[in-house]
Each structure stands twice: as C-alpha cells, then as structure tokens.
C-alpha cells in the first residue's frame, strides 16, 4: 500500500480526520459544484457526481447542503467558480507528489504550493515530471478486523476489483476506475465501512523515508492537506506505520 494510503487510514483510525471535518466538508463541496458545472446535476447520468455524493453522504454531510453544491454547479444558485489544477513536484527524499486542486485564483494557489514545498525541502516540478510514475485506479480499503476475507474477496472480485492484497492492518482493493463504484457498493453491501474509498493516483513504485526525511515528508502532507485549496495528495513515499503514528500522536 502507498504510503499516502497507510497515511490515510492511520488518521482515519485515530479519529484525526473528524477534528477536520469542516476542511473535508469544503472539499467536498468544491468537488460536487465543479462535477455538476460538468456533467450536470443527475447522479444517474453522472458518474463522477454520483461518487462525491457517496462520499459526502458517507461523511454525513447534510443533504440540504449536498443539494445545494449541485445547484451551485448547475447555475440554478450563484455561487463562486472554480477550476481545477494539478501541480506535480517533488518532497524529502526525491518523493513524488501530485496535488489536486479547485481554485478560484491560479496564481495565488501556485505561489503558495511552491512556497510550502520549498519550506519543506521540496520544489514544484513541470507538468508530466512525476504523472508517469502513477497510474489511476480504483482503491478502498478496509480494516481486517471489521470484515472477512473470503466474503470480502468474493464480493470485490465478482464487482470487478483486479486485486485484493494484504497489507498489515488492512485489506486493499484495486480496481479499474469505471468498476469503482461497482466495487465500492459491493463492499459496503456487505455492511462494512471502508477506511478508504475513492479513485487515486497509485505509485508505481516507491521512495522509503526514515528518521528526519521521514518527519519531514509527514509535516509537509499535514501542511499540503490543510491548504484551503487542495482537494488531494498523491505520493510514492514508504514510511513505517510507527512512524507515521508517532507522527499523529
């Protein structure tokens, strides 16, 4: 699992993700608005829009405002406009990052993701310089001690996951980005809850971070993820999950 993804679900683990749950609701928000503004406001015609609503539903955003971000997005309310950017860059250690954005002023964005790299020994890179390093594909993971195996196995893979693998605490479950929602569903279905479910940029390979890199590496996740205008973070470092702990203690 990439270390992001182990980042991820030692948050969702400790609760830490629940501290911040107006930062998840603005982005979630953002995301609903643009995939509306797109591809329409009918989550039966919209896949895209129909998986944030999962989501924000998972999160148990309230449905007056899910309903109100899709008319935002459909012109039937004003609202603000946003565009969506992706920086490539490098962190601590030659890591690879991908950064997702929605923003209402470019400029702004990137002077300040070029900044907080640059505070964290990092550097924003040029367009393509690290995309090829990761390929995109449906993820969800599940902790091993809320569901089990040969139910979840079965189920993931007559969805049409490509991959169910063991990585320490939890299941990963891989699949092609359209069958996510199918995979998803089927897993839920089962009345579990994923610590994780979403289409991500998986790393090809990856950079294993210790000690100082390490810390560095983390703090500057913690800092990127706390910008107002980051949706996600996609990374190929491998850090060890006492350390990312100690991390979020």
């Not at 928000?29 to 015609?45: C, N, P, S, Y």
């Not at 079965?154 to 891989?174: F, H, K, Q, T, Y």
């Given at each position: 699992?990439?270390?992001?993804?182990?980042?991820?679900?030692?948050?969702?683990?400790?609760g830490?993700?629940?501290?911040?749950?107006?930062?998840?609701?603005?982005?979630?928000?953002?995301?609903?608005?643009v995939?509306?503004?797109?591809?329409?406001?009918?989550v039966?015609?919209?896949?895209?829009?129909?998986?944030?609503?999962?989501?924000?539903?998972?999160?148990?955003?309230?449905r007056?405002?899910?309903?109100?971000?899709?008319?935002?997005?459909?012109?039937?309310?004003?609202?603000?406009?946003?565009?969506?950017?992706?920086?490539?860059?490098?962190?601590p250690g030659?890591?690879?990052?991908?950064?997702?954005?929605?923003?209402?002023?470019?400029?702004?964005?990137?002077?300040?993701?070029?900044?907080?790299?640059?505070?964290?020994?990092?550097?924003?890179?040029?367009?393509?310089?690290?995309?090829?390093?990761?390929?995109?594909?449906?993820?969800?993971?599940?902790?091993?001690?809320?569901?089990?195996?040969?139910?979840?196995?079965?189920?993931?893979?007559?969805?049409?996951?490509?991959?169910?693998?063991?990585?320490?605490?939890?299941?990963?479950?891989?699949?092609?980005?359209?069958?996510?929602?199918?995979?998803?569903?089927?897993?839920?279905?089962?009345?579990?809850?994923?610590?994780?479910?979403?289409?991500?940029?998986?790393?090809?390979?990856?950079?294993?971070?210790?000690?100082?890199?390490?810390?560095?590496?983390?703090?500057?996740?913690?800092?990127?993820?706390?910008?107002?205008?980051?949706?996600?973070?996609?990374?190929?470092?491998?850090?060890?999950?006492?350390?990312?702990?100690?991390?979020?203690?």
């Amino acid at each position: 699992m990439s270390g992001h993804s182990k980042w991820h679900t030692i948050k969702h683990k400790k609760g830490a993700a629940d501290a911040k749950r107006g930062k998840l609701f603005t982005r979630i928000i953002k995301e609903l608005t643009v995939a509306a503004r797109q591809g329409g406001g009918d989550v039966d015609t919209n896949p895209r829009l129909r998986t944030i609503v999962a989501e924000a539903k998972a999160s148990n955003m309230p449905r007056e405002n899910i309903e109100r971000a899709i008319r935002r997005g459909t012109g039937e309310e004003p609202g603000v406009v946003y565009e969506e950017v992706t920086y490539e860059g490098y962190g601590p250690g030659g890591v690879a990052l991908m950064i997702e954005a929605m923003t209402d002023n470019k400029n702004r964005t990137v002077g300040e993701i070029r900044h907080m790299l640059s505070k964290h020994n990092g550097n924003l890179g040029a367009e393509n310089s690290v995309a090829w390093m990761f390929t995109r594909k449906g993820q969800v993971l599940v902790e091993k001690d809320k569901v089990d195996e040969e139910r979840l196995l079965s189920a993931a893979l007559e969805a049409g996951a490509e991959d169910v693998s063991d990585d320490g605490g939890v299941w990963e479950i891989v699949s092609p980005p359209e069958v996510f929602d199918a995979v998803r569903d089927a897993i839920t279905a089962l009345e579990v809850e994923p610590a994780s479910a979403q289409v991500a940029m998986i790393p090809q390979n990856f950079v294993k971070l210790e000690g100082k890199d390490a810390q560095q590496m983390l703090r500057l996740m913690e800092a990127i993820e706390d910008h107002d205008d980051v949706q996600k973070v996609w990374a190929n470092f491998d850090i060890e999950e006492k350390e990312i702990e100690a991390s979020l203690a």
